[in-house]
């Protein structure tokens, strides 16, 4: 089955840059999306296909991808930027994946 | 937009079965890639199955084969999911969440239900 791996905690100072990445043997032949999820609330599209932003995510967050790794860039990071962050793709069988999640500090 | 509404918390005796409901609003279901996905208590986001639009079948993790099941009623534009033979680590929120673009084969979620908790216990 195909995985995802994903750091599990990452810090930044505020308004600093931070990259969080995915790695997987699936992301080579498809994009990864990442989501955003605060306590208690459901996970939110942030960036998804080669690095596209959903209306109403700020320009901050941006996406990019080599090889069996994708990243999520946040440039400038904020204090409402804290939260978990979550990588998806899929694989060839059409089995669908979360990374394990990169818990987000904002310092 | 798109909006979805789940149905409410279920608590579950364990080897009973729960079904929850995903109310669509703003597309019909058929212009939709649905999936659903779990959050156990404190864990992370795991994918449980959801429709593969390159081959067009509705596929389902291999955790979960025997014991969910996804299905659509396309005249209310309601999705569902039941889990049979529960157990206590199937204690759980439950998020349908869908593609609404013309791209999903990659799996995006762009849309999100609320999540339904699903409690398993004696």
């Known amino acids: ?107 | 937009q798109v909006q979805l509404v789940q149905s409410g918390a279920e608590v579950k005796k364990p080897g009973a079965s729960v079904k929850v409901s995903c109310k669509v609003s703003g597309y019909t279901l058929t212009e939709l890639s649905m999936h659903w996905v779990r959050q156990a208590p404190g864990k992370g986001l795991e994918w449980m199955g959801g429709f593969d639009p390159e081959d067009g079948e509705t596929i389902y993790a291999q955790k979960f084969q025997g014991r969910v099941t996804m299905t659509e009623d396309t005249s209310t534009d309601t999705a569902y999911m039941e889990l049979s033979s529960l157990r206590s680590e199937d204690t759980a929120v439950y998020y349908c969440a869908t593609c609404s673009g013309g791209d999903c084969y990659s799996y995006y979620f762009d849309y999100w239900g609320q999540g339904t908790l699903v409690t398993v216990s004696s």
């Open chain 1, 1 to 107: 089955s195909s995985e995802l791996t994903q750091d599990p905690a990452v810090s930044v100072a505020l308004g600093q840059t931070v990259r969080i990445t995915c790695q997987g043997d699936s992301l080579r032949s498809y994009y990864a999306s990442w989501y955003q999820q605060k306590p208690g609330q459901a996970p939110v599209l942030v960036i998804y296909g080669k690095n596209n932003r959903p209306s109403g995510i700020p320009d901050r967050f941006s996406g990019s991808s080599s090889g069996n790794t994708a990243s999520l860039t946040i440039t400038g990071a904020q204090a409402e930027d804290e939260a978990d962050y979550y990588c998806n793709s899929r694989d060839s069988s059409g089995k669908g994946v979360f990374g394990g999640g990169t818990k987000l500090t904002v310092l």
